[in-house]
């Protein structure tokens, strides 16, 4: 899947806007793939996989496109 950078925070955990989707995705620094979470900012399109957890979707494998 694809869709942007909506909101990062200094905890390194942020959040992907998908279009179509209501609710945005929650990933975590320990789900970046080939980037560090001090490289990405706020609106970079990135492709992720998705992953149930415990607390509903996650973007896992996150990479900048």
Do not use: C
């Given at each position: 899947?694809?869709g942007?950078?909506?909101?990062?925070?200094?905890?390194g955990?942020?959040?992907?806007?998908?279009?179509?989707?209501?609710?945005?995705?929650?990933?975590?620094?320990k789900?970046l793939?080939?980037v560090?979470?001090?490289?990405?900012?706020?609106g970079?399109?990135?492709?992720f996989e998705?992953?149930?957890s415990?607390k509903?979707k996650n973007?896992?494998n996150v990479?900048r496109v």
């Amino acid at each position: 899947m694809t869709g942007t950078i909506k909101k990062l925070t200094d905890k390194g955990f942020g959040f992907i806007s998908v279009e179509g989707e209501e609710k945005d995705l929650f990933f975590h620094s320990k789900g970046l793939s080939g980037v560090s979470y001090d490289e990405l900012r706020e609106g970079d399109n990135v492709s992720f996989e998705v992953e149930e957890s415990p607390k509903g979707k996650n973007a896992v494998n996150v990479q900048r496109v």
